[in-house]
């Protein structure tokens, strides 16, 4: 590896080390481009990784989407330790999906967030594949969550003219849909009960000109039908 001594945006880099890359592989990049990152915190804050490594107390738990463009500490300009994130493709809320269910109760129960964010995006892959009649494999199963958010409102969407425009929409109606199944989780309810917390966020981020828009809200007890409602007494 290069040294880094003289990696610096605004110091010249040392003669030895452009040399070497030029030849270096993307992912050699990567682990040097850390090296960077990690020295530029330090120099601001010396003790910034050591106060992370003994805890985190972030506020807010992030539920977005995989998309390489939608990196939740990038777009709400927030540092290591204060978004507690969770991705999966298309931003769902599967109660049967155990990796979710894990995270959103650490994140309720041992990191008690008071907000949890879920974020969809326009433009996204999977709202416009769930609404397309593709084989995709395994992945059907995922996206059939999307496809019954869009039955449940095909009269709104199929008079939207634009497949683009349709697939907007669809993903804040999904956004709305996931913010829901979240309510209906014991987990949340339970913490609402305790604790009055966490608030549900449903946020849309727009790849075209990155900026947040929020959909929904839901406060703690908000009144749910009464199918979806656990009694803990
Ligand atoms: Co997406």
Not at 33 to 48: L, M, P, S, Y
Not at 144 to 155: A, L, S, V
Not at 157 to 177: P, Q, W
Request: one cysteine or more.
């Amino acid at each position: 590896m290069p040294c880094i001594l003289f990696l610096d945006k605004i110091q010249p880099k040392c003669v030895k080390c452009e040399i070497k890359l030029i030849n270096m592989k993307a992912y050699e990049k990567l682990l040097l481009e850390n090296k960077a990152w990690a020295r530029e915190h330090v120099q601001v804050d010396k003790d910034f990784f050591l106060r992370l490594a003994n805890i985190q107390t972030p506020e807010f738990l992030w539920i977005g989407c995989s998309d390489s463009r939608v990196p939740a500490n990038e777009i709400t300009n927030t540092a290591p330790g204060e978004i507690f994130v969770h991705r999966n493709i298309a931003n769902l809320v599967v109660h049967t999906d155990l990796n979710l269910l894990s995270v959103l109760q650490y994140a309720v129960q041992q990191l008690k967030v008071k907000h949890i964010i879920v974020c969809g995006h326009y433009g996204c892959g999977g709202v416009k594949a769930a609404m397309t009649h593709s084989d995709l494999g395994l992945i059907n199963k995922w996206l059939r969550n999307i496809k019954d958010t869009y039955y449940y409102n095909r009269k709104e969407l199929e008079a939207i003219e634009g497949i683009n425009k349709r697939a907007d929409r669809l993903t804040e109606l999904s956004v709305m849909d996931q913010v829901m199944n979240l309510a209906q989780t014991s987990i949340v309810q339970h913490a609402w009960k305790d604790e009055n917390r966490p608030t549900l966020h449903g946020w849309v981020y727009g790849l075209t000109d990155g900026i947040l828009h929020d959909l929904v809200k839901m406060d703690p007890n908000t009144p749910l039908d009464p199918i979806y409602q656990y009694d803990f007494t």
